[in-house]
């Protein structure tokens, strides 16, 4: 940072401009709205900074500042101000009244000549009391300028009154709450509560007393968040936990995996709100949705985030609870049935088996970094069972790669689409024909893909919607 920005009082202090053109005049106005003293020096000065000059704040004083340059350009003349802007464009007073300045510790601005500055002057968005300052530096103004109309157009326009209703509480608010962290909630609170809406709304607004009152109380009910596993689509395999929680919540957040019927079971008149993601697109970044959690918590409400199958199987529930804990926000967690079991039992294949597989791996194909950080040699080892969630597009590469680790290309798999839903899908094949399966059948998200020689099962076990399914006979294994 070559530039550190401050806010300085200028109210009633002694400030120098010369020149009296247009930019004179920009630079005259904005010294007046910060209330300072202006002596204006020029040979001739536009209409409007005649105007202002009737007011108070403004002296005009005609002279050459040239020809007379020995009696103005000199330090016993400027050192009387605090602040001089040299809004001329003859280069010889502007480099003598900046030398002067230096030497002197007074703030000079040349405009339009960086090299003939020791301050420079942000873009501003002035909402008084509020103000944004945006600087580049000095390196691009116009991108300065750029940002400030962005800023313009997000900060409400009532912002101001804003800060000026919280100035009329302040002294109450210190009153009425002793800690400095306790007032620190209070501001927190109050400035994302209902009542500064409202007044940022033009609607009207109670008084002081009232909104002390009502944020107090507030503050001292408590939030919370339960981080709830739905399961993966059944309404019917929802815990007894996970019903009662969504159905008592004030706030529900959910992702896209979450199905209908579920949805269906919050309460009406609880706030729904979907932070869904499908895969690649986040529709509500990470950070963001933690943000919410803690807002909705920190504003008293009951909050459920609720997720397909369990929260902490491949959901990022335990980033969630990173956010709620800095925050010291109280959380409890319902586990769910994650779409391995919720999948598998649906489509009658059981996980592990004694003849066919010992244990059961579960492995999600989206990699933070690369499905290369995966452990192939362990996954390609026979008689286990491995579970692939979010393995539809890197199907190819999953196949090829166990197959070259020496895993049988034969190996039966099974797709589960929309697994324990009434769209449920389970479609059958090998483990060299993966993809061809996924693509000739047209599966799409969700769906989980199980590798073992137990996905043969389905053919004697499915059960579920007296479902047929499309079997791959090469592939049928029998029961010993
Ligand atoms: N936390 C979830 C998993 C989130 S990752 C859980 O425990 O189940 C999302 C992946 O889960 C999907 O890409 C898919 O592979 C799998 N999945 C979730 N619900 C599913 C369903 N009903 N049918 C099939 N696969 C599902």
Redesign the pocket.
């Known amino acids: 940072m070559n530039y550190l920005p401050i806010n300085i009082d200028l109210r009633n202090k002694p400030t120098l401009v010369l020149g009296g053109g247009g930019v004179a005049l920009r630079k005259i106005k904005m010294l007046l709205k910060a209330g300072a003293q202006i002596t204006c020096i020029s040979l001739y000065f536009e209409d409007e900074i005649q105007k202002l000059s009737k007011g108070q704040k403004l002296h005009l004083r005609k002279a050459d500042l040239v020809a007379d340059s020995a009696k103005i350009l000199t330090t016993a003349f400027l050192s009387k101000y605090q602040l001089v802007i040299t809004a001329t464009d003859n280069e010889f007073i502007a480099k003598r009244v900046y030398q002067i300045a230096q030497d002197n510790q007074i703030l000079v601005n040349t405009v339009d000549n960086r090299n003939l500055c020791n301050y420079i002057t942000p873009a501003i968005v002035d909402r008084s009391p509020i103000s944004v300052a945006i600087s580049s530096s000095g390196t691009a103004p116009v991108l300065a300028r750029n940002i400030r109309e962005k800023i313009e157009k997000m900060l409400p326009q009532n912002i101001g009154q804003l800060a000026k209703k919280a100035h009329s509480m302040r002294h109450a608010v210190i009153q009425n709450i002793a800690s400095f962290t306790g007032r620190k909630h209070f501001w927190e609170r109050f400035f994302d509560s209902e009542h500064a809406d409202d007044l940022l709304n033009n609607r009207e607004i109670v008084n002081n007393e009232t909104i002390i009152k009502s944020i107090t109380n507030q503050l001292k009910t408590k939030g919370e968040v339960a981080l709830v596993?739905a399961g993966?689509?059944d309404p019917e395999l929802l815990t007894i936990k996970a019903l009662r929680l969504i159905q008592e919540a004030d706030v529900v957040f959910h992702d896209r995996?979450v199905s209908p019927e579920i949805i269906e079971l919050v309460r009406r008149d609880a706030e729904l709100i979907s932070v869904g993601k499908t895969?690649g697109h986040h529709s509500v970044p990470q950070d963001q949705i933690n943000q919410l959690l803690v807002k909705h918590a920190q504003k008293g409400q009951k909050v459920v985030r609720l997720?397909?199958?369990?929260?902490f199987?491949?959901?990022r529930g335990g980033e969630e609870l990173q956010a709620l804990k800095q925050h010291g926000i109280k959380f409890s967690i319902v586990p769910?049935i994650?779409?391995?079991v919720?999948?598998s039992a649906y489509a009658g294949i059981p996980l592990t088996h004694r003849d066919f597989a010992q244990n059961v791996l579960f492995v999600?194909a989206h990699c933070k970094n690369s499905i290369d950080t995966l452990d192939w040699v362990s996954l390609a080892r026979e008689k286990q069972t491995i579970a692939v969630?979010?393995?539809l597009m890197k199907s190819e590469v999953l196949s090829a790669k166990l197959i070259a680790h020496g895993k049988n290309p034969q190996t039966p798999v099974a797709i589960?689409?929309?697994?324990?839903?009434q769209q449920q899908r389970v479609v059958r094949g090998q483990l060299q024909n993966l993809s061809e399966r996924i693509a000739s059948q047209n599966i799409s998200?969700?769906?989980?893909i199980i590798i073992g020689e137990v996905a043969a099962l389905n053919d004697d076990l499915a059960w579920f919607k007296n479902h047929e399914p499309i079997n791959n006979e090469t592939n049928r294994l029998k029961i010993a």
């Open positions: 596993g993966p689509g995996l895969q997720k397909g199958g369990d929260p199987v491949f959901g769910g994650t779409a391995a919720g999948c999600t969630y979010m393995g589960v689409e929309n697994g324990t839903t998200s969700p769906a989980l």
